[in-house]
């Protein structure tokens, strides 16, 4: 077939302003990967891999990347690449109906290409332009933006706080008469204070809110501070920043896997990881969190990835974009795997080497043993002859479990895993404040290119729309955004933001991105057509969608979305709304307090889960009554007469 004209290549709202490009390939693509690989790749993947049968949990991450993640990847790249516009032109283009799907909920000019207005005016007779489009991907980008920035607020301050020897983490401080250590740092763990205690000072109720942390207030600042810098043109300066903030994080890794695979525990760490227990694939929840892993870890449907597209040339290979982007996201979350579980050894082999020596010490002491005379090598060899000979006195000892798989069964994902385990790990390697500084620059870098799609997702569509006037330079709607971004996020520098944090969380994206991704997949495939979807992807790439794209957009991928979020419902169902407090008199302290949600905060949650997607239902409403107007104005436009006389009768009615 002919390939029609390509989309009008002019900046947001069709005026003289040329929209932005990519300098080249691979700034476009290292933008896409920062944006896909974060902070889920280096603490949610392995503690997945590790609870989910090792090698086993790969066979589901596989499937769900191939059914799943690649065909929504290639819709969101293909649809912004070829309409060139954020998330509210892309679904408004596609159908009006749709306007929910992408933005903000308000009355705005839609700037579109022709080809898409035109396409508008068959949908819709007599559609001239003004759209009602809805809060979608920019809601939840914005809420996501904000706890995930908090996130790199607390990173900023461990990043911080590595600079100095030893490690602030690494001992109790004293207390308050400067006799002894602190109670509640002796009662759990160095480690644990300075997180629960000196950086969070978190409360022991969500209810109480207590006061604004100066600190962390500082360090969220900051935080907004470089995202502003560095999205203050859009992807002209994010095109820049991209060169580090996406590369350096591979560096660090690298550096971290040569260290950790030299430490001694590392193999053991990587054989407990990926040695594979194929009976834990009858659970349906490791499908549902495999399927899960893999939608967020893409970032989909948030519209960054959209936003992204819409700056490449009309005529990019796509597919090829789609397929390499999506691999090299699942072969990071494998590699920072590697690394991490290396290092996680190596500290499981190190606690158990020093549960041991406790032991040793309690049968020496016990049994007149002469100093060093029983070695770690010797000690069940020891013990087993002490129990068949002693068995009483080896009973009256208060001896712990000594078993490797035991340690390093305590993982944890999220903060838990950052600033708990993998801090206490680092605590223990030669160089700590060294291998500190390395790691939450890591992070740091890694959650920033982030938050360059999560910007984008937000900035991208309110220019495309005209919400502000073009006399308003990029810098001051970037910096607008930001601080509102910053203002609205010191909530979580609270003595309970922790809590809150947690909720936003488990109850902002999850479901929202389900719906939000569903509503895209039909929409291209139902809405638009597969048809019409595969004669722009020709025009594009110059050829067409093969079979397993199309199977996978008309049948699979909304299968599968449909079913994970009626698995992901029914399993919020039957979880309670309730979290863990860290309180000091809690009489199982250092263990956290499961207590249940106020019934403010559970009504919260729920506003929280629905809130995004109901604008849209809400916008095709809005939609569908602006047409029924038209169609009556339309009547009564053709029927004079007829409507002089109703007014009359109504006006007698009066």
Same mark, same amino acid.
């Given at each position: 077939?002919?390939?029609?004209?390509?989309?009008?290549?002019?900046?947001?709202?069709?005026?003289?302003?040329?929209?932005?490009?990519?300098?080249?390939?691979?700034?476009?693509?290292?933008?896409?990967?920062?944006?896909?690989?974060?902070?889920?790749?280096?603490?949610?993947?392995?503690?997945?891999?590790?609870?989910?049968?090792?090698?086993?949990?790969?066979?589901?991450?596989?499937?769900?990347?191939?059914?799943?993640?690649?065909?929504?990847?290639?819709?969101?790249?293909?649809?912004?690449?070829?309409?060139?516009?954020?998330?509210?032109?892309?679904?408004?283009?596609?159908?009006?109906?749709?306007?929910?799907?992408?933005?903000?909920?308000?009355?705005?000019?839609?700037?579109?290409?022709?080809?898409?207005?035109?396409?508008?005016?068959?949908?819709?007779?007599?559609?001239?332009?003004?759209?009602?489009?809805?809060?979608?991907?920019?809601?939840?980008?914005?809420?996501?933006?904000?706890?995930?920035?908090?996130?790199?607020?607390?990173?900023?301050?461990?990043?911080?706080?590595?600079?100095?020897?030893?490690?602030?983490?690494?001992?109790?401080?004293?207390?308050?008469?400067?006799?002894?250590?602190?109670?509640?740092?002796?009662?759990?763990?160095?480690?644990?204070?300075?997180?629960?205690?000196?950086?969070?000072?978190?409360?022991?109720?969500?209810?109480?809110?207590?006061?604004?942390?100066?600190?962390?207030?500082?360090?969220?600042?900051?935080?907004?501070?470089?995202?502003?810098?560095?999205?203050?043109?859009?992807?002209?300066?994010?095109?820049?920043?991209?060169?580090?903030?996406?590369?350096?994080?591979?560096?660090?890794?690298?550096?971290?896997?040569?260290?950790?695979?030299?430490?001694?525990?590392?193999?053991?760490?990587?054989?407990?990881?990926?040695?594979?227990?194929?009976?834990?694939?009858?659970?349906?929840?490791?499908?549902?969190?495999?399927?899960?892993?893999?939608?967020?870890?893409?970032?989909?449907?948030?519209?960054?990835?959209?936003?992204?597209?819409?700056?490449?040339?009309?005529?990019?290979?796509?597919?090829?974009?789609?397929?390499?982007?999506?691999?090299?996201?699942?072969?990071?979350?494998?590699?920072?795997?590697?690394?991490?579980?290396?290092?996680?050894?190596?500290?499981?082999?190190?606690?158990?080497?020093?549960?041991?020596?406790?032991?040793?010490?309690?049968?020496?002491?016990?049994?007149?043993?002469?100093?060093?005379?029983?070695?770690?090598?010797?000690?069940?060899?020891?013990?087993?002859?002490?129990?068949?000979?002693?068995?009483?006195?080896?009973?009256?000892?208060?001896?712990?479990?000594?078993?490797?798989?035991?340690?390093?069964?305590?993982?944890?994902?999220?903060?838990?895993?950052?600033?708990?385990?993998?801090?206490?790990?680092?605590?223990?390697?030669?160089?700590?404040?060294?291998?500190?500084?390395?790691?939450?620059?890591?992070?740091?870098?890694?959650?920033?290119?982030?938050?360059?799609?999560?910007?984008?997702?937000?900035?991208?569509?309110?220019?495309?729309?005209?919400?502000?006037?073009?006399?308003?330079?990029?810098?001051?709607?970037?910096?607008?955004?930001?601080?509102?971004?910053?203002?609205?996020?010191?909530?979580?520098?609270?003595? &309970?933001?922790?809590?809150? =944090?947690? +909720? /936003?969380?488990? *109850? @902002? $994206?999850? !479901?929202?991105?389900?719906? #939000?991704?569903?509503?895209?997949?039909?929409?291209?495939?139902?809405?638009?057509?597969?048809?019409?979807?595969?004669?722009?992807?020709?025009?594009?790439?110059?050829?067409?969608?093969?079979?397993?794209?199309?199977?996978?957009?008309?049948?699979? &991928?909304?299968?599968?979305? =449909?079913? +994970? /979020?009626?698995? *992901? @419902? $029914?399993? !919020?169902?039957?979880?309670? #709304?309730?979290?863990?407090?860290?309180?000091?008199?809690?009489?199982?302290?250092?263990?956290?307090?499961?207590?249940?949600?106020?019934?403010?905060?559970?009504?919260?949650?729920?506003?929280?889960?629905?809130?995004?997607?109901?604008?849209?239902?809400?916008?095709?409403?809005?939609?569908?009554?602006?047409?029924?107007?038209?169609?009556?104005?339309?009547?009564?436009?053709?029927?004079?007469?007829?409507?002089?006389?109703?007014?009359?009768?109504?006006?007698?009615?009066?």
């Amino acid at each position: 077939m002919a390939c029609a004209q390509g989309p009008d290549p002019l900046g947001a709202g069709g005026g003289g302003e040329r929209r932005p490009r990519w300098d080249n390939r691979l700034q476009y693509l290292l933008s896409c990967i920062g944006f896909a690989v974060g902070l889920g790749n280096i603490w949610r993947f392995p503690y997945l891999c590790q609870t989910y049968g090792g090698g086993a949990f790969l066979i589901p991450y596989l499937i769900a990347l191939v059914l799943e993640g690649i065909p929504l990847f290639h819709i969101e790249l293909a649809i912004g690449q070829r309409l060139r516009r954020g998330s509210v032109g892309v679904w408004k283009a596609v159908s009006p109906y749709l306007g929910g799907v992408g933005q903000a909920g308000t009355w705005v000019l839609c700037g579109v290409n022709p080809a898409s207005s035109r396409r508008w005016r068959q949908a819709v007779p007599g559609h001239s332009g003004v759209c009602p489009t809805g809060l979608g991907c920019l809601t939840v980008s914005f809420l996501v933006s904000l706890y995930y920035n908090t996130v790199l607020t607390w990173v900023l301050w461990y990043f911080l706080n590595s600079f100095q020897s030893p490690l602030p983490w690494g001992s109790c401080p004293l207390d308050l008469n400067r006799t002894g250590l602190e109670a509640e740092c002796q009662a759990s763990s160095p480690v644990s204070y300075f997180w629960y205690r000196q950086t969070l000072n978190i409360t022991a109720d969500i209810s109480d809110s207590g006061s604004v942390q100066g600190r962390l207030l500082a360090c969220l600042a900051a935080a907004w501070a470089i995202v502003y810098l560095c999205v203050i043109r859009g992807i002209e300066s994010t095109g820049k920043a991209i060169y580090f903030t996406a590369l350096f994080p591979y560096l660090v890794l690298t550096v971290f896997l040569i260290r950790g695979l030299t430490l001694p525990g590392a193999v053991r760490g990587l054989t407990y990881l990926f040695t594979p227990d194929v009976q834990v694939l009858r659970s349906p929840r490791v499908w549902l969190d495999a399927a899960t892993q893999i939608f967020f870890s893409l970032s989909l449907a948030f519209g960054g990835h959209i936003a992204f597209a819409s700056y490449n040339p009309p005529r990019n290979n796509c597919e090829k974009d789609a397929v390499t982007i999506a691999l090299v996201n699942s072969m990071t979350s494998l590699y920072a795997s590697i690394a991490m579980f290396s290092v996680l050894g190596f500290k499981a082999a190190n606690d158990h080497g020093r549960c041991l020596d406790r032991n040793i010490l309690q049968l020496i002491n016990a049994f007149d043993l002469p100093d060093q005379s029983v070695s770690r090598d010797d000690y069940a060899a020891v013990l087993t002859h002490l129990n068949a000979t002693q068995p009483d006195r080896v009973a009256r000892l208060c001896l712990e479990t000594c078993r490797l798989e035991d340690f390093l069964d305590k993982s944890a994902s999220g903060t838990g895993l950052a600033f708990i385990i993998f801090t206490e790990a680092i605590l223990h390697m030669p160089g700590a404040p060294g291998w500190a500084v390395l790691f939450f620059g890591m992070l740091f870098t890694l959650g920033l290119s982030s938050m360059f799609g999560n910007m984008e997702s937000i900035i991208t569509p309110l220019l495309d729309v005209g919400l502000v006037h073009r006399s308003v330079p990029k810098e001051v709607l970037s910096g607008l955004v930001c601080l509102v971004c910053f203002l609205s996020a010191t909530c979580f520098t609270l003595q &309970s933001g922790n809590y809150w =944090l947690e +909720i /936003f969380d488990n *109850y @902002v $994206a999850p !479901l929202d991105l389900m719906v #939000l991704a569903f509503f895209e997949v039909v929409g291209v495939a139902y809405v638009y057509g597969v048809q019409r979807f595969g004669d722009d992807i020709e025009c594009m790439t110059g050829r067409r969608p093969g079979l397993y794209w199309r199977v996978t957009w008309r049948v699979v &991928s909304p299968l599968l979305l =449909l079913t +994970i /979020f009626v698995a *992901y @419902v $029914a399993v !919020l169902a039957w979880t309670p #709304l309730s979290y863990r407090a860290w309180d000091a008199q809690y009489v199982r302290f250092p263990l956290r307090q499961e207590k249940s949600y106020p019934g403010w905060v559970q009504a919260t949650c729920v506003l929280l889960c629905f809130l995004p997607t109901l604008w849209v239902p809400a916008v095709a409403l809005v939609q569908l009554l602006a047409e029924c107007r038209r169609r009556k104005d339309g009547w009564q436009a053709r029927n004079p007469v007829l409507c002089v006389e109703h007014l009359d009768c109504e006006q007698g009615l009066l």
